[in-house]
């Protein structure tokens, strides 16, 4: 059973049971220890039914067997069929927790048996042990601030909250990525003399998670879109990535260009009207054009923006000229100003007018240009129609005077064309058959060469999905050989191969030779029992037979017919002897079994576990009176109760060995 106790072992510290390295053995294991490592299996095979037991013993006595009836009950919920109580927990027999055991290694989850046979690196036992903690502290109920102890405050409380504020982080690889060859050692330095840390970066340090987050989605879903973008476009493009790139970045300038100019040009048309969207159109400009003050950059604008800027500028000479210079009291500088302000707002209501009329005009002269244009150009294109017309019928009246001198010369032209048509096409088949067949073939193979493309570029898909799923394959498989590396450097040096392949080998001969032996009693047994038949049938058989041979002989002589007694007397003899036989063998082999059982209980220290029980029960008693006591106490001066009965366990089914009647 040894072996068979280390892959309980291992198993049981797979899924979180602190045993000590000289444990190696179930019966060494200690009631705490089996309750523990019954908890931690159930909590891995139903969460929800292991997240009520408690993973250690309390004080109480009484408490420590509820804790095994509901560790029991939990089992046979489970699906354990053995039998089970709150004995199998608190006074261990080594079978009983043995087989317990293998039924709970054998119902944990697929995941668990198979991350038990990974290997435990520090990055992976690290991994899981933040698994653990984040599943704990989410299995525990939230409770009101008033309601929690000292640690629920450390894990339930807002002293550690904060809102997710990111702010944009420098990062070297995120700075070396776009950078040319000419500028990658002007770089080099300023990462490593000029750029700061990265927690030095932020402004509050409690940014620092949120930020880090924020930039690793960031470059990972751009990742996510260029992969995407490049298998579904890029390839059908037939370029490289840097390529297609700058053509992408070359169509982006592009258009950014196309819009600003053509906002600069519509800007000027729309000034009358005085849109909101202009403003955010120049300060985009600006933006352009530098950090140059307004009043320094040259606007081009039409003469009625000049004429109204002159006519503004006059009226802000003549106000300021206006004001006097004397001193004036208060009432008549207020009543001056909101004069000059009612007058100002009059010129500029009207101005506004004059602008809305003069850009109604404008655009209603625009109009009209445009239908007249294109009415010009519908008559200009008639009157080209009718030009040729009439120089088709000038021709026509010149030649009337001579016409039948030029009705043959027309015959004559018509004829010579007609031939030279006749001639031309003759030659034109015979240049078009040949291109004809030439246009077909190229088109073939136009076609096979799409077709050849297209299955190129699903090969290349293909291909492109089969590197990705390598290299994570191959990733994966580095982060095992690392962790493999790292524990064949932590296992003792001094054990070799050979020692556990010759353990192994042993073992395997020694169940080969068990099999054998008991093949061979077996087939022993089997021969013994067709013998006893045999000799079974011949012996009724014969008995048969003599006894029909003596009976018809025992008619007529009375010697014969003694016999005939003397035979049916010594046929159940020989019955009795064999029934008493085959009792001998049933008692030898019951006493072979309850010599088994007391081997069995003696290793199972029956007396020992009396002894806890008597102890236990003791101290259930004596907490039985301390808390009558403490009852009389609280009522005071009441009369005493009459005392309830003591607390009565079960006692578990303890075999009583003795010798056998």
Not at 119 to 141: C, D, M
Not at 267 to 295: I, M, Y
Request: a negative charge; aromatic letters at 4%; charged letters at 25%.
């Amino acid at each position: 059973m040894e072996e068979v106790d280390k892959i309980l072992i291992h198993a049981l510290k797979q899924v979180g049971t602190e045993l000590s390295e000289e444990t190696d053995s179930v019966k060494q294991f200690s009631s705490e220890l089996i309750v523990e490592a019954a908890v931690r299996c159930i909590r891995v095979i139903d969460p929800g039914l292991g997240s009520a037991l408690p993973t250690s013993l309390p004080p109480g006595m009484s408490a420590r067997f509820r804790v095994g009836m509901s560790l029991a009950q939990a089992c046979q919920d489970i699906g354990y069929k053995g039998e089970i109580g709150y004995q199998t927990f608190l006074y261990s027999n080594v079978s009983e927790i043995r087989s317990l055991f293998m039924f709970l290694v054998e119902k944990l989850p697929r995941e668990s048996a198979e991350a038990s046979d990974q290997p435990t690196g520090k990055s992976v036992v690290l991994q899981r042990a933040i698994v653990a903690a984040i599943k704990a502290q989410l299995a525990v109920p939230w409770l009101p601030p008033n309601c929690r102890l000292p640690l629920q405050c450390d894990t339930q409380g807002v002293g550690a909250l904060h809102t997710f504020h990111a702010q944009p982080l420098s990062l070297p690889h995120c700075c070396t990525k776009n950078t040319d060859k000419k500028h990658q050692k002007e770089v080099k330095d300023y990462l490593r003399d000029v750029l700061p840390p990265v927690t030095s970066q932020l402004s509050h340090q409690s940014s620092l998670v949120s930020s880090i987050l924020e930039q690793h989605t960031a470059e990972l879903s751009a990742a996510q879109e260029w992969d995407n973008e490049w298998k579904s476009q890029g390839l059908l493009s037939r370029l490289t990535p840097q390529e297609y790139r700058s053509r992408k970045l070359t169509r982006l300038h592009k258009r950014i260009k196309e819009q600003l100019s053509s906002a600069a040009v519509s800007s000027p048309e729309r000034a009358f009207g005085a849109p909101c969207s202009t403003s955010d159109l120049s300060e985009v400009l600006q933006t352009f054009r530098g950090a140059a003050p307004s009043d320094q950059i040259l606007v081009k604008g039409t003469h009625f923006v000049h004429s109204q800027k002159f006519a503004f500028t006059q009226e802000d000479a003549a106000v300021t000229s206006s004001i006097p210079t004397g001193r004036q009291a208060e009432g008549d500088v207020q009543l001056s100003q909101q004069e000059e302000l009612s007058s100002l707002q009059q010129q500029f209501q009207l101005l506004c007018s004059e602008a809305d009329q003069l850009a109604a005009d404008i655009k209603h002269i625009i109009f009209t240009n445009a239908q007249v244009s294109d009415e010009l150009k519908q008559r200009e294109v008639g009157n080209s129609e009718k030009e040729e017309k009439m120089q088709v019928k000038k021709k026509t009246i010149g030649l009337l005077p001579d016409v039948d001198d030029n009705l043959v010369k027309l015959q004559d032209l018509v004829e010579a064309s007609a031939k030279r048509v006749v001639n031309l096409a003759c030659q034109w088949e015979k240049h078009r058959a040949p291109l004809i067949d030439e246009h077909r073939r190229l088109k073939e193979i136009c076609s096979s060469q799409e077709l050849e493309s297209s299955r190129k570029l699903s090969e290349i898909k293909s291909l492109h999905d089969k590197i990705i799923v390598s290299t994570e394959e191959a990733k994966k498989k580095e982060e095992t050989y690392k962790q493999l590396v790292t524990e064949l450097e932590n296992l003792p040096q001094d054990v070799s191969r050979s020692a556990y392949t010759q353990r192994i080998l042993e073992i395997v001969g020694n169940i080969k030779k068990q099999k054998e032996e008991i093949t061979k009693i077996l087939s022993d047994t089997k021969e013994l029992q067709k013998e006893i038949n045999t000799l079974t049938g011949k012996l009724d058989r014969t008995f048969a037979v003599t006894d029909e041979l003596v009976f018809k002989d025992a008619k007529k002589d009375e010697s014969v017919r003694k016999s005939y007694k003397y035979l049916a007397a010594l046929h159940e003899n020989c019955n009795q002897l064999i029934q008493t036989i085959e009792d001998t063998g049933t008692i030898l082999r019951e006493i072979r079994d309850l010599e088994e059982q007391i081997e069995t209980e003696n290793g199972n220290k029956t007396v020992a576990n009396l002894e806890r029980i008597l102890d236990d029960y003791k101290s259930i008693r004596q907490e039985n009176s301390a808390l009558a006591a403490k009852v009389r106490e609280a009522e005071g001066g009441a009369p005493p109760l009459t005392p309830s009965p003591p607390f009565h366990l079960p006692l578990p089914s303890l075999c009583s060995v003795g010798p056998p009647e």
